[in-house]
């Protein structure tokens, strides 16, 4: 296993259009998380999974976004009737339980809307 | 909520030079500071973990320090080399480990 796995690594769609981007963990790490990176900043928390239960989201999750994890492997983040807005770079991260566990981040989606 | 700060947003350093990165929060029941490296258009790096009951991680030339009383956190890096030119980010992690990250540092090391 080489680490967290992300896909496509880049998207360009035209606003309006729905897209998904999919993350494949760390195989024995439980917890995935997905985080929203834009220019110049760090990356803002979307939403949390512990297994398949997705256990936090955050307000930044408006209700275009939906994300799954099925059966508690990869997740799969959708945007639905994108917007110039939600151009950024997608990051997951996985990590094992614990509250002392170190997250590991793929190498991103870089989304841009059009 | 938390707020992290890290302060320069910019360092450029002669090559060989040690150098200090700076995090500040304001929350201090954070379970855990996390330094990350990020490179350009790339995902983050994880550099070092450091738990709230430590006060340090080392690794080779980095070592990263935890002060939770002060709500600080820094990164040393020894001996920089032109590779290290990055943008260095720091996190404190919740009991989930949902991680509110500073803006960066972006460092630059001139050979």
């Known amino acids: 296993d080489t680490g967290v796995s992300q896909n496509p690594r880049h998207k360009i769609t035209k606003r309006g259009q729905n897209v998904t981007f999919r993350c494949d963990p760390i195989?024995?790490?439980?917890?995935l998380y997905w985080y929203r990176q834009t220019l110049g900043q760090g990356p803002e928390f979307l939403t949390y999974?512990?297994?398949?239960?997705?256990?936090?989201k955050s307000r930044l999750l408006s209700d275009r976004f939906s994300a799954e994890r099925p059966k508690g492997s990869f997740s799969t983040l959708e945007i639905q009737r994108t917007e110039q807005g939600d151009s950024a770079m997608y990051l997951c991260?996985?990590?094992?339980?614990?509250?002392?566990?170190?997250?590991?981040f793929g190498q991103g989606t870089r989304l841009t809307v059009v | 909520k938390q707020e992290v700060t890290q302060i320069p947003a910019a360092l450029s350093v002669p090559e060989g030079e040690n150098l200090v990165l700076n995090c500040s929060f304001t929350?201090?029941?954070?379970?855990?500071l996390q330094w990350f490296r990020q490179d350009p258009g790339k995902g983050l790096t994880s550099l070092l973990l450091?738990?709230?009951?430590?006060r340090e991680q080392t690794s080779g030339r980095l070592n990263a320090s935890l002060d939770k009383s002060s709500g600080r956190s820094t990164l040393y890096i020894a001996a920089s080399q032109p590779g290290d030119s990055a943008t260095y980010l720091c996190?404190?992690?919740?009991?989930?480990?949902?991680?509110?990250f500073g803006t960066g540092t972006r460092l630059t090391v001139i050979p």
């Open positions: 991260a996985s990590s094992s339980q614990g509250v002392n566990t170190e997250a590991f």
């Open positions: 195989s024995e790490h439980n917890r």
């Open positions: 999974f512990q297994n398949e239960a997705q256990l936090e």
């Open positions: 929350d201090s029941a954070i379970y855990n």
């Open positions: 996190a404190g992690g919740t009991g989930a480990n949902n991680l509110f």
């Open positions: 450091i738990q709230s009951s430590q």
